[in-house]
């Protein structure tokens, strides 16, 4: 079903992220559009409704918008973001309630309180349990470089492993479609 406003909601935060700072290699429009595409796969096998889907989707394009102001606590401001545009989009005070929810459950260490949650937070690092796993890492690798979160090569190393290790993916479709390849990432890092 096409839905125009959307597709303006979308254009929007596209128009925004293109002047995201270019040292963000993987929190960049790539991302945000990976994230949209993967919350949509993940809540169709999860069994949402349209209604909720939408919310997802408004959700995964805004949830990392705040990286147009800060780095740190980016999720906050990335509400901030969507509150600037929302009154424009008609949004119901609820479903403000619900995205700006979703936008917040993506921040590490995630702790997801629904099945929506956990649909965008597994969209959101849905790329550990893919073939694409180390093309993608590289370029998170640059960028910690790029801000200084990681000063060497080693220190990503063991800050990747030691994420891939506590991570869990919280629905059953990422834990049985992703979880298998990312333990041969995890492998393969070792």
């Known amino acids: 079903m096409y839905d125009k406003e959307f597709d303006a909601i979308r254009q929007a ?7 995201l700072d270019p040292k ?5 429009i790539a991302h ?9 796969r993940i809540a169709r096998k999860e069994g949402i409704n349209e209604s909720d889907i939408r919310i997802l989707k408004v959700a995964a ?3 990392d918008s705040g990286f147009l102001k800060t780095y740190k606590n980016h999720e906050e401001m990335s509400c901030s973001v969507f509150f600037e545009d929302s009154a424009r989009f008609h949004f119901t005070s609820e479903e403000e309630e619900k995205i700006t929810g979703l936008i917040l459950a993506t921040k ?22 893919r073939n694409d796993f180390f093309t993608i890492g590289q370029e998170l690798h640059k960028e910690f470089m ?13 800050l990747q492993m030691n994420f891939l290790k ?17 333990q041969k990432n995890i492998q393969q890092l070792a």
């Open 13 to 19: 935060v596209y128009d925004r992220l293109k002047l």
């Open 24 to 28: 963000l290699t993987y929190h960049n």
């Open 32 to 40: 945000t559009m990976d994230v949209l595409k993967q919350a949509e």
């Open 61 to 63: 394009l805004y949830h």
């Open 108 to 129: 590490v260490p995630q702790e997801p309180g629904n099945l929506l949650e956990q649909i965008i937070c597994d969209a959101d690092l849905d790329y550990l349990g």
């Open 146 to 158: 790029a801000f200084g979160i990681v000063k060497s090569n080693e220190e990503w190393e063991q």
């Open 166 to 182: 506590k991570h869990q993916y919280h629905t059953h479709t990422s834990r049985q479609e992703r979880e298998p390849v990312k």
